[in-house]
Every structure is written in structure tokens, then in C-alpha cells.
């Protein structure tokens, strides 16, 4: 097999061959021989054992991190131009429900599962009337259950309502109950004759249940109001509802790891390639042309450019997002810029880093932890819960949003950045401010 080992060994290592074919036609040629093969075996076991573990998600992660590492020591800036168009920003509206022509249908996705489980009820197949959705901020609770509402619309009465923030003690809890359901409810007698009355079965649809209460002395009673509701035998109505995870987490560790008794489906983070597909797909709907970057190329691609350099670009952002779709989306919008008409330019992300956190006071800390923990609170909400004076909140907060960590919304309520909140989250799980 001499011939057969000296061409395997050239188009495996071309450069090193040159070098060595001389010495191999000499006398020592022989000896060299066993030495080219076991180079031969070695380099496709690597390959072989690489191709492996390049599949694995841990292993994604940590070349993402390199990659990350990588870029950001480039030697050379990435070139930027002038901000996208408002026409290709509209596609990649990070807080909207995603509609039919960008929604990604995932394989086993929770939506399938829960269409199914409310299916089987509605049949009269199963006698299970409460499920509970849990997803960190950005992991798409809401699409989900526009995508479950739609699903089983035709086969069943829907109503949809998020809870508006915060509904905290009883007169506002009925309030909003009656908001939902049509019809004046004030109690739980209300609530059983409402069901009574049905001649149709009823699926409820409710988003952001985590506003249903505050960390403080008293404000669990609208909570608990409702998980009263919910946990009736009704004849003809159903709950599906959607919490934040850390909010769920939080909620647990005070009442109980059993004081919700339903169905529970968590949202689990998005592949790489599902992360790639969803913003190709918005992509394409605008009709843009898009380059990479040469840093990209250079510090992503290795030799080779093109489609590699494009699917390393989205496995950076799919492991600096940990698979959550909205802050993939954030972090592609950070890393675009239009050089010219119906054209884009893909340069570096704009990462957060660790440090942002670690500078700041435990004041700070406790403020980002009460934030976790909610969603969302006012500056006022953020005094009653942490009892931290009004003057250190304010400073503390603009330090946070100087660092692009949080952002107030059109009612003023303070959120954490989807593109800054794992790493908000591990480090205050680290320093034991929030529990998994």
C-alpha cells in the first residue's frame, strides 16, 4: 500500500508533503512510511470525532464564544454605513407576534402539543382544563398562543387578554375577569354561574399572568384570586395562560412548587439553525441584498467564505442569544447597516459583556433582581418592593440604561434589555440576588 499511503498522505497534507517527499525516496523512506499512515489515521479520527461534536450545543456554544472572543480583538474595525431603512426594520419588529408569513413552526413545538391537549378536552377526551406556558422574556409566549388560539378556533369559542399591569388587589382582579369573559363577574359564585350558562365550550387565552401580583405584604391576593378561579372544575371553559420564567421561578419559591395544579409546557430555546431561519425568512421578505463584513470573513470563515462565513455570522448570534428569538433579533439589528438602496451591510454585533454587571452597587443589583423577577415595574412599584430611597433608584437606573441593560416602555414601566437579560440573569444567580 505504499502508493495507496503516500496519496492520502499529499491530499491531506499537501504543504507537508512537499517537504517530505525527498527525504521519503531516500533510504529512510521506509521508515517513514508507518509514520505518514498513522498521520493519515489520526487526522481523519479528528475529523471524524469533530464533525461530531461541532452537533452537540455545548460545543456550539463555546465556538460562538470564541468566535465572539475573536472578534472582538480584531485588529481591524468593521466597516459601518449609514442605519437601515425603516421599511426593513418594520420586518424585524422584535415586540410583535410574529404572523403566517414569518411564523416558524418548530418540530414538537409547544404550540402542537398544547392544540392537541385542548383538542382532546374539547372532544370530551380528556377532562384536563388548565395549562400553563412558561418562557423567558423574548422566547415567543405570546405568538405561541396566538398560534394555539388559531389552531383550535374552529373548533371552540376563544377569548384572548393579556394582563395589563399590574392588577394587584380584588376590585382590580374583576375588573379585568370581566373584561375577558364578556359579562360582570364580582365573585366566584359569578364566575360558576358565568360557566353554567355556556352552550358552547370556552377556551381563555391569557398572557403576562406574572402582573397578577407584587413581591410585597398583600400584593398576592389578586393572584391568588385567580389561581381560585382557574383551579375550578368547570364544565365548559378551559385556561391556557403564559407567565415569565423567573417570575414563575419566583412564584414557586413563595407558594409552593405545588400550588399550581395544571398542565405546564416550557417554551426550550431555539437551535442554531432555527435561529438562521428565522431571520432569513424576514430577511428575504424584503427583497435586501446583504454582504458580510470582512472581519466576519476573516475571523469566522477561516479559508473559506460564503455560506460558512454566513452560518458562523448565526451561530455567533444563536450562542450570545442562548437561543431566544427576540434578543437574536436584537443582536442582528445591532450588527446591520445599508450601504445603499435595497442593500445591507453585516458587520459586528454589538455584545454585552459581563463587566456591564459586575461594576455595579448591590443597590443596582436588587433593582435588576426586582425587575427579573416581574417583568416589568414602575419606579414607585421598584420603591415598595426594595424600600431603596427615590434618589439612589433614579441614579441607579440611568447607570442601567446608559449600559443599554434596561429600557422603559410607553407607559413608563421599566424592562430589562432581551439582548442584556442572560446576562443579567446568570450573574444575579451567581451573587444569589434570583433563584433557577
Same mark, same amino acid.
Given at each position: ?264 409546557? #416550557? ?15 424576514? #430577511? ?89 423577577? #416581574? ?62
Amino acid at each position: 500500500w505504499r502508493n495507496e499511503i503516500c496519496t492520502a498522505f499529499s491530499h491531506r497534507f499537501s504543504q507537508l508533503w512537499m517537504k517530505l517527499q525527498p527525504l521519503y525516496k531516500s533510504k529512510v523512506g521506509i521508515v517513514l512510511l508507518p509514520v505518514l499512515f498513522m498521520a493519515i489515521v489520526i487526522n481523519d479520527i479528528v475529523k471524524l470525532v469533530s464533525a461530531y461534536l461541532v452537533r452537540i450545543d455545548l460545543v456550539k456554544r463555546l465556538l460562538s464564544e470564541v468566535l465572539r472572543k475573536r472578534l472582538e480583538r480584531a485588529e481591524k474595525e468593521s466597516v459601518t454605513y449609514g442605519p437601515p431603512p425603516a421599511d426593513y426594520l418594520s420586518s424585524f419588529d422584535y415586540y410583535l407576534s410574529a404572523s403566517d408569513e414569518i411564523y416558524i413552526e418548530r418540530d414538537g413545538s409547544v404550540s402542537q402539543n398544547a392544540t392537541i391537549s385542548i383538542e382532546d378536552w374539547v372532544n370530551a377526551k380528556s377532562s384536563d382544563d388548565l395549562m400553563l406556558i412558561v418562557g423567558n422574556r423574548g422566547m415567543g409566549k405570546t405568538t405561541t398562543l396566538n398560534r394555539i388560539c388559531k389552531n383550535i378556533s374552529k373548533l371552540s369559542d376563544t377569548k384572548s387578554k393579556r394582563v395589563h399591569a399590574k392588577v394587584a388587589n380584588s376590585e382590580d382582579f374583576y375588573s379585568w375577569l370581566s373584561d375577558l369573559l364578556g359579562t360582570p363577574v364580582s365573585s366566584v359564585n359569578d364566575f360558576k354561574n358565568f360557566d353554567k350558562s355556556l352552550n358552547k365550550k370556552l377556551v381563555c387565552f391569557v398572557d403576562d399572568i406574572q402582573n397578577l401580583f407584587l413581591s410585597i405584604v398583600g400584593g398576592f391576593e389578586a393572584y391568588k384570586l385567580f389561581l381560585e378561579i382557574v383551579s375550578l372544575k368547570t364544565k365548559n371553559i378551559y385556561w391556557c395562560l403564559a407567565v415569565n420564567s423567573r417570575s414563575w421561578s419566583y412564584l414557586k419559591g413563595v407558594l409552593g412548587e405545588e400550588h399550581f395544579y395544571g398542565k405546564v409546557l #416550557h417554551l426550550q430555546q431555539w437551535k442554531d439553525y432555527e435561529i438562521q431561519k428565522l431571520i432569513l425568512v424576514r #430577511h428575504e421578505q424584503t427583497k435586501f441584498k446583504r454582504t458580510f463584513d470582512e472581519s466576519i470573513k476573516a475571523y469566522g470563515a477561516g479559508e473559506r467564505i460564503g455560506q460558512q462565513a454566513e452560518g458562523q455570522f448565526f451561530r455567533l448570534l444563536w450562542g450570545q442569544s442562548r437561543g431566544n428569538p427576540r434578543s437574536a433579533l436584537m443582536y442582528w439589528i445591532s450588527a446591520i447597516s445599508s450601504p445603499q438602496e435595497k442593500q445591507i451591510h453585516v458587520g459586528i454585533p454589538l455584545f454585552i459583556g459581563s463587566g456591564l454587571v459586575a461594576t455595579m452597587s448591590d443597590d443596582a443589583l436588587f433593582l435588576l433582581a426586582a425587575i427579573a423577577r #416581574h417583568d416589568s415595574l414602575t419606579k414607585d412599584e421598584l420603591k415598595k418592593i426594595t424600600d431603596i430611597n427615590d434618589i439612589v433608584i433614579r441614579k441607579c437606573l440611568k447607570e442601567a440604561e446608559d449600559k443599554n441593560l434596561i429600557w422603559s416602555d410607553a407607559e413608563e414601566r421599566v424592562r430589562i434589555s432581551s439582548r442584556a437579560q442572560y446576562v443579567i440573569d446568570y450573574f444575579l444567580i451567581g451573587k444569589n440576588f434570583l433563584y433557577e
